[in-house]
């Protein structure tokens, strides 16, 4: 009996398996032109940059869904997504029957086709076949699963499918942070918003949209709560990032060079000063963040206007 390698195989029948499930993932009515399924020995002779070609494709198409399913008949899943492979089938607690492939092609489906943003749709929940856990009375749990997951993808998945710079960085940060948007309360004091969005920097955008995406619950109550209170939790981080980026009108440490220049005590006064000084900068009267001088020599001469005694 004779032993097939790599070798006596050519990646012919590979790229033809991929360009048709990328194909059906803009035409889902050419699922039925099924091509035959490259073994596994094909299935290693593919170049990477051909693999990624058709898989990105395919990811930020109209119609992933059918695009994945196709990706998993003509056996692509195994050879080079056992992470995702590992997903059919198994189960979580929704309704106590959810099919987590289910869930990772919807929320595919349902995020923006940015590639970063459905690369980390179709990678979020890797970590949960590792992490599952039943207790004593039958609840299912994959703590740290997110933690887990972005482990995988650093070590195995992000080398093997060829990530690199940017991306690579995007879509680890996107399975590691993807809880995080859904666990806002209104209850977090804007210090912990400011947290937040400032932790996540360039990447808000991008955790944001895949957090509406990985709503996929079939409780549409629970569902309107997901929705809005990610809505909630954007709309809260643009009304702070809109207060923070605003220029103070009048340098810090002003009101201190006012109290030593001319007597003022820490006092209701000294905030009507600065009250006074800071509606005239918003006038045009006088200019914004000049030096501290610049400001006492303009009380200096409106003395009287101000109150000032000689």
């Known amino acids: 009996m004779s032993v097939v390698t790599t070798q006596d195989v050519s990646p012919g029948r590979v790229v033809e398996a991929l360009k048709w499930a990328a194909d059906v993932a803009d035409d889902p009515s050419l699922l039925d032109q099924k091509p035959e399924r490259p073994s596994p020995a094909e299935w290693r002779t593919v170049p990477l940059a051909e693999l990624r070609l058709h898989l990105d494709r395919l990811l930020v198409s109209k119609q992933p869904e059918p695009g994945l399913d196709a990706l998993e008949a003509v056996g692509c899943l195994d050879p080079w997504l056992p992470e995702v492979a590992a997903m059919v089938g198994f189960g979580d607690n929704e309704w106590r029957h959810k099919d987590v492939w289910k869930h990772t092609k919807q929320v595919v489906k349902q995020s923006v086709p940015r590639l970063e943003v459905r690369w980390g749709a179709l990678l979020h929940d890797i970590g949960k076949p590792k992490t599952r856990r039943i207790d004593e009375r039958g609840n299912v749990t994959f703590y740290g699963h997110s933690e887990v997951g972005a482990a995988m993808f650093r070590k195995r998945v992000g080398d093997r499918l060829g990530f690199e710079g940017a991306l690579r960085e995007r879509i680890h940060f996107l399975i590691l942070h993807h809880l995080r948007a859904s666990q806002y309360e209104e209850s977090w004091t804007d210090a912990a ?29 629970k569902r309107r709560r997901g929705v809005r209170q990610i809505t909630l939790l954007a709309k809260r981080i643009r009304a702070l990032q809109e207060e923070d980026n605003k220029v103070a009108p009048l340098p810090k440490g002003l009101g201190t060079e006012i109290m030593n220049a001319f007597g003022v005590p820490p006092s209701k006064r ?41």
Not at 193 to 219: E, H, P
Not at 272 to 291: F, N, S, W
């Open 193 to 221: 918003v400011r947290r937040f969005y400032k932790q996540t920097g360039d990447g808000l955008r991008d955790l944001l949209d895949l957090s509406r995406a990985d709503i996929t619950t079939k409780r549409p109550e």
């Open 270 to 310: 000294l905030g009507d000063l600065m009250k006074h000084l800071t509606a005239a900068v918003e006038a045009g009267e006088i200019d914004a963040q000049r030096p501290a001088e610049y400001y006492l020599e303009y009380l200096e001469a409106h003395r009287e206007e101000y109150g000032f005694e000689d």
